[in-house]
C-alpha cells in the first residue's frame, strides 16, 4: 500500500523512486566490495586469515542476494519504470544494457552460491558448507572459473555503465545521473 503511493510522485518527476534509487546505490557499493574482497583473499595466509576473507565475502554475496530479490520485485509491483532518456538507437542500446546488468548480476550470484557448494566452504569456522557432489573433483575448478569470468564481465559491464552516466551528465549535461540520484522525502 505505501509502496505504490511511494512511488508515484518520483514517477510524476521522471526520476527513480527512492527505494529504486536506494536499492540501485546499495548494489553498486556491495558489487564492488565483493569484488575487492575476492581480490584479496589469495593475498591472505591458509587457515583461519583466509577463511575468515573468505567467509566476508559469501556472507556479503548472500546479503546481495536478497538485495536483488527485494529490487527485482520492488520493480516487478510497485517500482518506478523510468523509459531511456533518448529514443532511437541510443534508448534501445540503453535498455539492453540494462537488462544486460540484471542478467549478469543474477547469473554472478547464482554462480557464486555454486562456487561455495562445488568447493565446500566453511563460515567464519562456525558453519561448514556441505561439498556438492564430490565425485566430480573436476566441478570446482570449473564453477570457480565461470564465477570468476562473471564476476570479472559483471565489474567491466558496470564501468562502461558508470561512463555513459558520467558522460550524460558532463557531456550531454542531461539529466539522466540525476534521476537515479535525486532523493525526495515523499509525502
Ligand atoms: C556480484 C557478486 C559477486 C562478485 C562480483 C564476486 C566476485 C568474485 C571473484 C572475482 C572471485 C574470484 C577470486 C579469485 O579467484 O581471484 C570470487 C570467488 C568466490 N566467490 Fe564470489 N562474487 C560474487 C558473489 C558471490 C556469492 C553470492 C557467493 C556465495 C554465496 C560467492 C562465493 C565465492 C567463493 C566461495 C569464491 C572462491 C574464493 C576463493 O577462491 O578462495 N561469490 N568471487
Ligand atoms: C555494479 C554496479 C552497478 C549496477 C549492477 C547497475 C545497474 C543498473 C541497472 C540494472 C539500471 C536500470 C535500472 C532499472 O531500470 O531498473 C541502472 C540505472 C542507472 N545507473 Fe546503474 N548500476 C551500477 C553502477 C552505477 C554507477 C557507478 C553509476 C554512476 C556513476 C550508475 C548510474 C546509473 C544511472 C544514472 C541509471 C539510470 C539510467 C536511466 O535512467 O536511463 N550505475 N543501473
Known amino acids: 500500500m505505501t509502496s505504490a503511493t511511494q512511488a508515484q510522485p518520483a514517477a510524476a518527476k521522471g526520476v ?11 548494489t553498486a557499493v556491495i558489487v564492488a566490495l565483493l569484488w575487492g574482497i575476492a ?36 520493480r516487478s509491483s510497485s517500482g518506478r519504470i523510468v523509459p531511456p532518456a533518448p529514443g532511437g538507437l541510443w534508448g534501445h542500446a ?44 573436476s566441478l570446482k575448478p570449473a564453477v570457480g572459473r565461470l564465477h570468476k569470468i562473471g564476476a570479472n564481465a559483471l565489474v567491466i559491464l558496470a564501468l562502461l555503465h558508470a561512463l555513459a552516466a558520467l558522460f550524460h551528465h558532463y557531456v550531454l549535461r542531461d539529466t539522466v545521473l540525476q534521476r537515479m540520484l535525486v532523493h525526495r522525502k515523499t509525502p
Not at 581480490?39 to 536483488?68: M, Q, Y
Open 94 to 137: 540503453a535498455k539492453i544494457s540494462h537488462a544486460a546488468l540484471y542478467a549478469v548480476l543474477v547469473i554472478v550470484l547464482l554462480l557464486g552460491i555454486s562456487n561455495a557448494w562445488a568447493r565446500g566452504d566453511s563460515i567464519f569456522s562456525l558453519f561448514s558448507i556441505p561439498k556438492l557432489l564430490p565425485a566430480f573433483p
Open 39 to 74: 581480490e584479496l583473499i589469495d593475498l591472505f595466509p591458509r587457515g583461519a586469515p583466509k577463511i575468515a576473507v573468505r567467509s566476508v565475502h559469501i556472507v556479503l554475496g548472500l546479503l546481495l542476494v536478497a538485495v536483488t530479490v527485494r529490487r527485482l520485485s520492488w
Open 16 to 26: 527513480y523512486d527512492s527505494r529504486s534509487i536506494h536499492l540501485h546505490w546499495v
